[in-house]
């Protein structure tokens, strides 16, 4: 009966290579993950637009397509079949079998959507596997304002007039509003407002006052200041000989009490500026003859009451009790809807008639500074060699201007995206965020990445650090050494040494395997640190050649928790001889000296 033949070499190997694949995909998992952040995403018309895509565990055939909603008939933005259908639509890292992220330039009000990451089975056709969860994306149309009066030749003195401003050409989201100012100060003027959604889904606003032509050496001028969240973000204005409304009475016109008319209601200064959170005192001091005993109130503009003597319910409160000539006010906790103009307005009786004289106003600004900046990295690693994208978020600031600048290792970096600056909240406040794109390399373990926010509100930047390590993953490389090298004299000692070189972050075991079975042997690890901060580990395995482990393969497998499975294997091989003949037929000799000696085999083996 003949003797069973061992496996060659090469079925050894295809066998090995067939079991360490099995292995990578359990160690992967056992489905695919689409990661994609949900989002929304706030940008302004004519900006670009970044989609992250990201594919995670078992690697699925079958290519990869970006929908605009969750309707799959319509036509893809993106495939990477057809990589170029649509000219403003690219992928950020071509060629990559996980990151899958797009970028649409240009972006218009019809690209507000939800956009869905799409992995598809091999097929055909090919059929959808498995989407993420999609990410929402809204678009922000700036406004055009015009005015417009009616009739546009110069009236005559008690004419009616009619002045429209229109908001139109589109915006969106519907929070914008319209005041009125003549001559730069609030009115209690009542216009007919009307706003109108257009066929793109954005919106439209018109506003139209009726005012009365009168002689006046100077024009009035009338403003149309749109706000979007109470904050003013437009300001039009037309100057015409028309009728203002008549000032609140006792604003610097004579009175006909003459005692009244020689004393003064002090306000100052003219113009302060103060912080969210701060608390802001506004002066009014009454000076001169004349004024008779009576109420004092503060208006912020024409008709809104901040304060009034026997008063309740208001913020705002004495900043010098019981005082008959200092009527200055404390308002606390200043917040961005305080900004305007404030009055304070002394009121009193001449017998049976009231009498009102007004200071001259303090103009309020309110700034905010903006918050410390936030750094989001890529979801997962990023295998160095690739691009991952990195946001920075800062917002609670006013007034709108902002800039952004990115830094790595103390060195500004160029070509970064401009800033988008969010719409306002609730609060009147804005928020900005900025995108920036950068590839890795295994140099970067110990960079730092620097976003920097700078704001009128401050005097020095405020800056956010990411360590650059936190977002990167390097491959290890690996290899294994034989000493001696193979084959081995029977009952010989070998040194197999794995190496295991460059890789990041170090979350990394080593197991030795002996024909595709652990060892159960505690074989020592040397962990050591390189100078770019990547790791690296060393495990020496000391075997004995006997003759039940010929041509058995000996594997090095690499675990890491961020980073796919990776293994090396090598074969023993044995010397065997045989004595049909009197003579060995496989035989190991060394040489001395520069003879050859006479092999002789430790024991006698046949041969298989």
Partial sequence: MAASRPFSESSLLVLLFLLLFLQILGARGQDL?????????????????????????????????????????????????????????TRIVSGGEEDFSIRISDIRPEDAGTYYCVKLRAGNPEREYKSGTGTVVSVI??????????????AQPGDSVMLTCFVEGGFDPRDRSLVWLVNGKETHLEPSVSMTQNPEGTFSLKSSVEVAAAKRRKPSVF?????????????????????????????????????????????????????????LTLNCTLNGVGLRPGGIRWYKGSWNLVYKDAGTGHRARRAVPDSSTDFSILIPNLKLRDAGTYYCLKSWRVWLKKRKKWGGGTVVSVIARPSRPSILGPPGRVESGAAASFHCRSGGFFPRNVTVAWFKDGRRVSGAPEPVLLPQAEDGSYAVRSQLDLLLSEEDVNSQLVCQISHSSMQEPLNQTLGLGSALRVPPKLWLEMDPASPITLDDSVTITCIVEGFYPNDTSLVWLENWEEIGLDVPVLLTQNLNGTFSLESSLAVTAMEPRNRSVFSCMVKNHFQPLFSKSTILNITTCSWETGRPTSQKCRVQGGAREVCRPRRVLPCG
């Fill in 141 to 154: 149309v700036p406004s055009n304002v015009r005015m417009a009066k009616e009739p546009a030749s110069p």
């Fill in 223 to 279: 403003t149309c200041q749109v706000t979007h969240n109470s904050q003013p973000i437009y300001n039009l204005s037309i100057s015409t000989r028309l009728m203002a409304l008549d000032p609140p009475e006792g604003s610097g016109a004579a009175s006909p009490d003459t005692g009244a008319a020689q004393a003064e209601v002090l306000q100052s200064p003219d113009f302060v500026t103060a912080s969210v959170g701060e608390n």
């Fill in 33 to 89: 993950e689409v990661r994609q952040p949900p989002g929304p995403l706030l940008l302004s018309a004519g900006e670009t637009l970044t989609l992250n895509c990201t594919l995670m565990g078992l690697s699925v055939p079958g290519g990869v397509r970006w929908y605009k909603g969750t309707d799959r008939s319509q036509p893809a933005i993106y495939s990477e079949r057809a990589p170029q259908g649509n000219p403003r639509v």
